[in-house]
């Protein structure tokens, strides 16, 4: 029974680690050289598409918790050092997650909301446009966001699924 719970967290460590590592791979915008950049867009106007997507590195990542209308919790991935030196993230199984953080996460109208499905153990992937309602709990996220009083004030989410 623990080595089965032992793969099975190990299974979803990596597949986090995975997820997580191409969420914002291969989705950059290139501009030609002779384009003039025009100024920022009211953030109210913004739309929903792949090519406004965050290219960074997020600031949390992890599973979905107590999804609510404007906010969820999140709890934490933790990143780990495999024994060959690569990186996996190790999140809560199902039941007891009291040995991780939960952030909470607030979000309104003019927060991105994208979808990346991930196929073929990460050698390929889909990014989609994707709405608040798509959001559910239990699922792996990226977000992106600024630091608020009680938790991380959401720009962008990636939910992750792997197909």
């Not at 109210?44 to 960074?56: F, I, P, Q």
């Not at 050092?81 to 997650?97: E, H, L, W």
């Amino acid at each position: 029974m623990k080595k089965r719970a032992r793969k099975l967290i190990l299974m979803s460590g990596m597949v986090c680690a995975m997820s997580v590592s191409v969420c914002g791979y291969g989705y950059a915008k290139e501009m030609p050289a002779n384009v003039s950049v025009a100024a920022p867009v009211d953030q109210t106007t913004t739309v929903n598409t792949a090519g406004e997507w965050a290219d960074s590195i997020p600031n949390l990542e992890g599973s979905t918790k107590d999804v609510q209308d404007g906010s969820f919790t999140v709890v934490e991935a933790v990143k780990q050092k495999s024994d060959n030196g690569g990186d996996i993230y190790v999140s809560a199984g199902s039941g007891d997650d009291s040995a991780y953080n939960k952030i909470s996460v607030t979000y309104d109208e003019n927060t991105l909301f994208m979808v990346k499905t991930i196929y073929d153990g990460g050698a390929r992937s889909e990014l989609s446009a994707a709405t608040s309602a798509t959001l559910d709990s239990g699922q792996t996220v990226a977000v992106w966001g600024t630091p608020s009083d009680n938790g991380l004030k959401a720009t962008h989410i990636c939910i992750i699924k792997v197909e």
